[in-house]
Structure formats: structure tokens, C-alpha cells
């Protein structure tokens, strides 16, 4: 049996198996039986057009939502049956999350933005303070740790909201739609910021509805039509 930790080298950090997701009694299914696995320090990305389901199966992965049908395991544990406490204790641990607007809090400076997860997963404050200052070092943008989102770029929000998801060393981390709110060569920076991080060994689940995104930084694609996989790429061995 899986312990809940991080999987061994090779092992599966994500499994879906028969996941479906109604939101509606009578309405189409969001997600249709979906069976998918991203395995440790890969980096897939799930592709779609509006409406294909895309961000649902994020929010399943994350433990924001729960499956009408099927299960839903990450970092060796089984979500889709945990109490909403323990969901909570779950994605603070093992699931960093960046969104195409950043979702920055605007009355906290960057270093408070940063700090929130590891405050809220009850990290000491020497500790979480040193984790930020190392992430806003590595991100590049350690000088504006006393700013507030506001006076920042585009691009500098979207390192620090990387900074925040990455702050409780999580084993998964999902963007969604990472580039989607910033200009050509900005988003091609920070595409680059997640490369190098999936180098590292971070496992990484890219949403987007850019093809040449995806195949720039993705070692494998799932197509999602109407909450089904419409197709998907073979894995690349390791």
C-alpha cells in the first residue's frame, strides 16, 4: 500500500482512474471518464479549448473539487475521499498552484504573499521566512520583497505568485494557463523559470490552449474535447 508521501523515483505523482465530474443533474459531464498519470518530474500539459474540461481537472487534482465518479490519487494518497480539513492539509503540503492572473493579495507586500502557504500550513516563521527569501533570490526579484504586487510588472507577479506555490516545497505543481496574462517575451521567461524548475526534478502539470507552449516545455500532451481525452501522447521514457 502507498504511503502518503512522495512517490520513489519513476512512481506516479498524479492517477485519475474514471474520473468524472457532473456539475449538474441532466447537464453533459464536465469530465467523462477520465483514466490519465503524470509520473515524478515530468512535466504534461493538458490542452482544450474553452469548455473542454481543462480547469475542472485541475481543480480535482488540487483537491478543490471531488469526482462525481472514479478516484483521484496525488503524492501516493487518495484525495477524493478526505475530509475538507484534511484537503486543506493536503494541497498545503504536496500541491503549489499559479494562475494566469497571479491571484496575488494586494494589501500584503511580496514577501507577505509568499509567506501565506507556509503560515497557513504551520511552518515557524525563521523557517518560512528563510524559504522566501531563498525563492525570491532564486526567482530574481529579491528586491522588491517590501513591494506591493501593484508597482510590479506582469511578469515580476507571476515570479512571485511561482515564490508562493513553491514555498512549502511541494511535490506537485500546477499552472494554469501560467503565460496567458503576459506579453510574448515575458511569457517566454517565465516558461523558461519552469524548465528550469521541472530540471530540478519539480513535477509540473502546464494548462494551456497554446500549442507551441506546450510543445516548448511539455515532455508529454493530454487533448481534452468536451471532457473526454481526445488524444494523448506516449510517454517519454525516462
Request: proline share 5%.
Amino acid at each position: 500500500m502507498r504511503q502518503q508521501s512522495m512517490p520513489a523515483d519513476g512512481g506516479d505523482v498524479i492517477r485519475l482512474d474514471g474520473v468524472t465530474k457532473t456539475y449538474q443533474a441532466g447537464a453533459p459531464p464536465a469530465l467523462a471518464d477520465v483514466t490519465m498519470d503524470v509520473a515524478a518530474g515530468e512535466v504534461l500539459a493538458v490542452m482544450g479549448p474553452s469548455g473542454s474540461g481543462k480547469s475542472t481537472l485541475l481543480n480535482l487534482v488540487a483537491g478543490l473539487d471531488r469526482p462525481t465518479a472514479g478516484t483521484v490519487t496525488v503524492a501516493g494518497g487518495r484525495i477524493d475521499t478526505l475530509s475538507e480539513s484534511a484537503l486543506a492539509r493536503f494541497r498545503a503540503r504536496h500541491v503549489g498552484i499559479i494562475f494566469q492572473f497571479f491571484n496575488l493579495l494586494g494589501d500584503l507586500t511580496v514577501e507577505d504573499n509568499v509567506l501565506l502557504p507556509a503560515q497557513l500550513a504551520g511552518a515557524s516563521r525563521r523557517h518560512a521566512r528563510a524559504r522566501a527569501g531563498e525563492l525570491l533570490e532564486r526567482m530574481g526579484i529579491e528586491e522588491h520583497k517590501n513591494a506591493y504586487p501593484a508597482r510590479l510588472s506582469g511578469g515580476e507577479r507571476q515570479r512571485v505568485a511561482i515564490a508562493r506555490a513553491l514555498v512549502n516545497a511541494p511535490e506537485l505543481l500546477l499552472a494554469d494557463e501560467p503565460t496567458g496574462a503576459l506579453d510574448t517575451a515575458t511569457g517566454l521567461q517565465i516558461g523558461a523559470l519552469l524548465r528550469q524548475l521541472n530540471e530540478g526534478g519539480q513535477t509540473l502539470v502546464l494548462v494551456t490552449h497554446d500549442p507551441a507552449l506546450a510543445e516548448r516545455y511539455a515532455a508529454r500532451t493530454v487533448q481534452l474535447v468536451d471532457g473526454q481525452v481526445a488524444r494523448a501522447s506516449a510517454r517519454v521514457p525516462a
